[in-house]
């Protein structure tokens, strides 16, 4: 493979960013990381990147997104999937979890038979595994979910989806207060499926329930799941005061105000806040028509909202966007590049991809003062 090496770059680290450093790779893999005043003559072959004193992170992981592009799991093909990937990649994303709404059971089946495919054929993006947020999720709480596709709590359907996804669903999104909830929580574990809190109406005590048998992390914190107040902390409330719970944000500025976003940055430990997008399938596609989950939607405010009803449908954040709020939140620029690939990769059980050290995977993004993507490397390509 190839030796490559990245020159005059700002590398983010944890804790800092290092200025005027380079990257050296090889199979693949980051083989060094070291001031480019110790630069001293080249091998032969070995490919030159000049980062012009860009920004190089970490690749970044979307855990939560529907599409981009015009491209989504929703339209039931591989080469959807494929697109996806590319255009991720365009932006600075290394690795994501494709995004299923909620659904009857044989149609969230089919989708994952016609996509399943794409697994493994991607060029851009991972593919790290399906996301199935819903179907048993709570009916008080459904964001834009269709009513009728919410479900009761079924192990037999669940196998299936599980069967068809050839072992590729990572994470899923479910309300701990449903009955049979223990039964998902040992299925999921069974199967290392990181079981998520959300769209849910839990109280403070069902909440707490699910995290004693297991659940350790939270789909879109504050938005379709019961606030917290001071009599009643319901399941935002869990969160915030657990400290071992992590959980997603959408930091778009409108689905959670900029303020309670730098609250949760002061309250939450650093590493169990995971920025997602959480954006559907006509973020960055010029021309409408602009459809979600088989739905007209309409940008308004900063976000998608569903046409029929102005329900908010989901975020039209790209990660590199939500590092920049964040930043503007009062996060700082590791914080930010840690949110949005450290603590995802941690979450998957990545251990070689989500940092900038030697032995890690070479996936890197490089991105100028603005937080502009300039180029995207895929295990150093």
Known sequence: MTHRLIINARVITAEKVLPDHCIEI????????????RLQSLEKGV???????????????????HGFAGFGPELACEEALLDMS???AKNGVTGFCPTLYCGPIAQMRRIIEQTVGAFGREQGARLLG?????????????????????APIDIPALE?????????IKLMTAAPELPGIEQLVAFCQEKNILLQAGH????????????ELGITHATHLFNAMSPFTH?????????????????????????????????LGRVKPMQNIVLVTDALLPTGKPQPPFLANGEEVVFDGGV????????????????????????????????????????????LGLHNKGGLAPGMDADITLFDRQLRPLRTFLSGQ
């Open 130 to 150: 399906y996301h199935l947020e819903g179907p048993f999720i709570s009916p008080r709480k459904p964001g834009v979910m269709k009513p009728q596709d919410i």
């Open 304 to 347: 998608w909202k569903r046409a029929a009803d102005g329900v908010i449908a989901g975020s039209a954040l790209t990660m590199l966007q939500g590092i920049k709020n964040l930043i503007s939140f009062g996060f700082t620029l590791p914080q930010a590049v840690g949110c949005a690939s450290t603590n995802p990769a941690r979450l």
């Open 160 to 168: 299936s989806l599980w069967n068809a996804s050839k072992g590729r």
């Open 86 to 88: 590319l255009q991720l």
């Open 231 to 263: 009599r009643a902390p319901g399941a935002a409330g869990a969160v915030l005061m657990n400290p071992n719970l992590s959980a997603e944000i959408i930091a778009d500025g409108v689905h959670v105000h900029p303020d309670v976003v730098q609250f």
């Open 47 to 65: 490919e030159i990147c000049d980062a012009d004193d860009a920004y190089a992170s970490a690749g970044l992981i979307d855990l939560h997104i």
């Open 26 to 37: 090889q199979e693949g893999r980051i083989a060094s990381i070291f001031p480019c005043q």
């Open 200 to 211: 849910t109406n839990a109280t403070y005590e069902e909440f707490l329930h699910g995290t």
